[in-house]
């Protein structure tokens, strides 16, 4: 259905029809809208796009997308450098720093094991987070995977590895619980039991 | 306005995957209408109430309702969530396996509730089994004969003679065993001791109430799974990822599958 269209609208379509979530009807809304919309906005978004491939690197620490290698997070001398969360996403760690609870360092895996997906232990960043822990032991490792049968198994996998490698810290895993606005009447029985295995004193 | 046509059923949740925002694609296992795929929205956000009961290898009662390309999820309630296969590495990847299998050699919108059932039996023998290997060797060898790969096991494949359980092998090209005779005519064939051969033929006419009683010695326990493995390689022309994923299991961590948690005493004969 591109076919006609000018080669630029038409490599923008397939471009963006590539992107999760987005079909051929939604990209060629998007690229029409891009293609009226004020001048300085198309290039806006040009110009995010090339940053986004040029001007980021991995932090080879933790693992975190950045600007510089160490990132941010890992160069900043007030946190607390004896705590790592380990998370499976970039998004994850902006969530949990949402929170302004959470004042350690991170270590982003890229994934969740999934072995029906073929993503094993050696797809994740699982050996550099041992590696890490050898360099530089901490007090606390903190396994905040989704509370999903891949996160646990992820989680699972990880304190075997650690364990494996003579590492000791303390390794704990986020509260599973009931979700803020939920009803318990909907809650499925797994979240329901660790909720109430997980129940915290009131006051 | 078009009326929706909704539908209930049992269903195992064997995969899913991302879709969209908050979505996700499952592969439901079901006794009336076989494998399908269903559409479950929203269930990516931790406040959704549907989630938790659409979590892999979950037996759950779903309502869904007919769409022109995939099913939508409505409603979905637990059953039976096997909690042990979750809190487990080992066990989790056995259900990964049994999963695994029954999707690759399952298609879409074929019905066979035995299938069914057993892939449900199997699932909770895994969350409470105590050598839950034992378990997916039991499930593989049923669930082949249910799909026409049954094994053959009392006459040899190649001479048709009844066959002595000492000093066979195994074809998985032929799908049996071979006899001493015609053993050296068959290359492919691998050697197939006697424990491992009663253990066989024990999976296949045995229920699992009596199977669960099977003490394997390590030996055996490995002869049977490369047996089974080379089978479904056979079978499917590709190894499953779970297979993979076992081995790299074994290797990190040393013994996940520790030897105090096999029972010991019981026999196969
Ligand atoms: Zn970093
Ligand atoms: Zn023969």
Redesign the interface.
């Known amino acids: 259905m591109t076919a006609s269209l000018p080669g630029p609208v038409a490599r923008l379509i397939d471009e963006l029809g590539r992107l999760?979530?987005i079909g051929p009807k939604t990209a060629s809304r998007l690229a029409f809208y891009l293609l009226r919309a004020p001048n300085n906005q198309a290039s806006a978004l040009a110009d995010a796009l090339r940053a986004l491939s040029e001007g980021l690197v991995y932090c080879r620490q933790c693992f975190n997308i950045a600007e510089h290698d160490p990132c941010a997070i890992c160069a900043d001398a007030a946190r607390d450098h004896g705590t790592i969360c380990v998370v499976e996403e970039p998004l994850d760690v902006i969530a949990l720093e949402r929170t302004r609870e959470y004042r350690g360092l991170y270590h982003v895996l890229h994934g969740a094991?999934s072995?029906?997906?073929?993503i094993?232990?050696?797809d994740l960043r699982i050996d550099e987070l041992v590696a890490r822990l050898r360099r530089a032991p901490v007090r606390e490792l903190i396994l905040a995977t989704n509370?999903?049968?891949?996160g646990?198994?992820t989680a699972?996998?990880i304190e075997?590895?650690i364990r494996?490698s003579g590492g000791e810290p303390r390794i704990t895993r986020l509260a599973r619980g009931l979700?803020?606005?939920?009803?318990i009447e909907?809650?499925?029985?797994?979240?329901l039991?660790r909720a109430v295995k997980g129940r915290s004193e009131l006051g | 306005m078009n009326r929706i046509r909704l539908y209930r059923s049992e269903a195992i949740v064997l995969?899913r995957?991302?879709?969209?925002?908050a979505d996700r694609i499952l592969t439901l296992y079901t006794p009336d209408r076989g494998k399908l795929a269903a559409i479950a929205k929203g269930v990516r956000r931790?406040?959704s109430?549907k989630s938790?009961?659409v979590?892999?290898?979950?037996h759950v009662a779903v309502l869904l309702a007919a769409g022109r390309n995939l099913d939508v999820l409505t409603q979905a309630e637990?059953i039976e969530?096997f909690?042990g296969i979750?809190?487990?590495?080992i066990r989790?990847?056995y259900a990964?396996?049994v999963?695994?299998l029954t999707?690759r050699l399952t298609v879409d919108a074929s019905p066979l509730p035995a299938a069914f059932w057993l892939l449900r039996d199997t699932l909770a023998a895994l969350s409470t089994a105590d050598d839950p290997s034992l378990a997916a060797r039991y499930f593989e060898v049923r669930l082949l004969g249910l799909l026409g790969f049954r094994p053959q096991l009392f006459t040899c494949v190649a001479c048709g003679k009844t066959v002595d359980p000492d000093g066979n092998a195994f074809s998985p090209d032929l799908g049996g065993v071979v006899c001493p005779a015609c053993a050296p005519g068959h290359r492919e064939a691998v050697p197939l001791g006697e424990r491992a051969f009663r253990v066989l033929r024990f999976l296949q006419t045995r229920e699992w109430a009596m199977v669960q009683r099977v003490a394997l010695e390590p030996a055996t326990r490995g002869a049977l799974e490369r047996l089974m493995q080379a089978y479904v390689r056979h079978i499917l022309e590709r190894d499953l990822?779970?297979v993979?994923?076992l081995r790299?299991?074994r290797r990190?961590?040393?013994t996940?599958e520790t030897p105090s948690s096999v029972r010991v005493g019981g026999s196969a004969d």
């Open positions: 999760p979530g094991i072995p029906v997906d073929g094993g232990p050696a509370p999903s049968l891949e646990d198994a699972m996998y075997r590895a494996a979700p803020v606005g939920g009803d909907y809650a499925d029985q797994v979240t039991a | 995969r995957h991302e879709v969209g925002e931790i406040s109430r938790g009961h979590e892999l290898f979950t637990t969530p909690r979750r809190d487990d590495l989790t990847t990964y396996h999963a695994e999707d990822h779970s993979s994923f790299g299991l990190v961590g040393g996940f």
